[in-house]
Every structure is written in structure tokens, then in C-alpha cells.
């Protein structure tokens, strides 16, 4: 039984703009579980297409249940392959990734088409699928469905840095990450308590002035 999951995504920048992000966009605010590169491999063909291959090393963090099956030394990083055709003529690249190691555990494998986008030209589209198996007796629909989750939320981490790579190569002020707005939010929370603490103690002394003058006028009654 393997999992699938068929999705598409548009990114408002030109095809040229998102071929040129996608060798640049690690690092980003939202790439840490990333943790290495390297091109292992490239070539021009005779029709003029790029092939690349790239190898990511990237964490591996396992459910706390799938971490009981396994030693304790076992590798908590995850290497991926990533295998590119870029043909520039008809503005089209297409990727190819899976892991070469914790296979059995989980093995995912993507594939993504960019292409220019059939409503605005000047934006692109990401056909993405990907394919969730394991081979784990016993537990194999629980690491499915675990993978397919975890890839979910990695499209997500992986579009917000498409954009914010994006806005940097267009000498725009990249968007906060959502780690920063909430440390901004802590910040101007403890602020506006401290204002409010400053305040009330203000007040406090006033009233006590206050009630302090009203005694005495009292006395002299």
C-alpha cells in the first residue's frame, strides 16, 4: 500500500525568476531541517537540457512510537537524491527526489514539473505528486500516514522559502517568518504589560496621595 499526494501550487514570479531561486533558496528561515548540499552531478545535453543531480543531507525526525523500533544509534539524518532536467526552450523543469537511506522505515519519492503558468505568464505553477510507502510489518499505515503528513507540512515550509528567496533576488524585504512575527507579538506582549504594570502603580501612588491629603485635611477639621 503506498500513499499518494497529487497537489499544485503558483508562485507570482516568472519562470525565469523561480528556476534561478531554486538553486539559491537554501539557506532560508524555512529550510533548517536542511542541512547539506551538494551537486554530485551535471551536464548539458546535446538538445540543450541541464541535468543535475544534487544530494541533501536533511534531519530525520521520527514519530516518538517509531523511535522505540529502532537503536538508539541509529542515523538521525536522511540523505536525499535529486535528480533535475531543466529545459530552458520550452520553459520547463522537472525534479526527481527519494531518500537512499531508512528506505524500509519510509520511502518517499517526489516529482515536480515548473512550468509557466496557463493564466499569467508571467507567474509559475508547481505540479507536484509524491508516493508514501513503507515496509515495516505491523506498523507500515502508520509511517504512511505519518510521511504523508510530515510531507505536507514540508510543502508548506518549502513554498514560504521559494518566496522568500524570491523577494530577496527581487530586492524586496522578505516577509516575516512566522518565528519572527510571533517573537515580535512576545515582545510588544510584554511591553504593553510592563506600560500597564508602570501605569497602575502610577495610579496606586496617585490615589494613595490622594487619600493620604484627605486624612490630613480631616485632622485639621
Excluded at 510543502?155 to 512575527?181: C, D, H, N, R
Excluded at 502603580?201 to 480631616?218: E, F, N, R
Aim: hydrophobic letters at 40%; proline letters at 3%; one cysteine or more.
Amino acid at each position: 500500500m503506498v500513499k499518494y499526494f497529487l497537489g499544485q501550487s503558483v508562485l507570482r514570479s516568472s519562470w525565469d525568476q523561480v528556476f534561478a531561486a531554486f538553486w539559491q533558496r537554501y539557506p532560508n528561515p524555512y529550510s533548517k531541517h536542511v542541512l547539506t548540499e551538494d551537486i554530485v552531478h551535471r551536464e548539458v545535453t546535446p538538445d540543450q537540457k541541464l541535468l543535475s543531480r544534487r544530494l541533501l543531507t536533511k534531519t530525520n525526525r521520527m514519530p516518538r512510537w517509531a523511535e522505540r523500533l529502532f537503536p538508539a544509534n541509529v542515523a538521525h539524518s536522511v540523505y536525499i537524491l535529486e535528480d533535475s532536467i531543466v529545459d530552458p526552450q520550452n520553459q520547463t523543469m522537472t525534479t526527481f527526489t527519494w531518500n537512499i537511506n531508512h528506505a524500509r522505515l519510509m520511502m518517499v519519492e517526489e516529482r515536480c514539473v515548473y512550468c509557466v503558468n496557463s493564466d499569467n505568464s508571467g507567474w509559475t505553477e508547481i505540479h507536484r505528486e509524491a508516493w508514501v510507502s513503507s515496509s515495516l510489518f505491523g506498523v507500515s499505515r502508520a509511517v504512511q500516514e505519518f510521511g504523508l503528513a510530515r510531507f505536507k507540512s514540508n510543502v508548506t515550509k518549502t513554498m514560504k522559502g521559494f518566496e522568500y528567496i524570491l523577494a530577496k533576488l527581487q530586492g524586496e524585504t522578505p516577509s516575516k517568518t512566522l518565528v519572527e512575527t510571533a517573537k515580535e507579538a512576545k515582545e510588544k506582549a510584554k511591553e504593553t504589560a510592563l506600560a500597564a504594570t508602570e501605569k497602575a502603580k502610577d495610579l496606586a501612588s496617585k490615589a494613595a496621595t490622594k487619600k493620604q491629603q484627605q486624612q490630613q485635611q480631616q485632622q485639621f477639621v
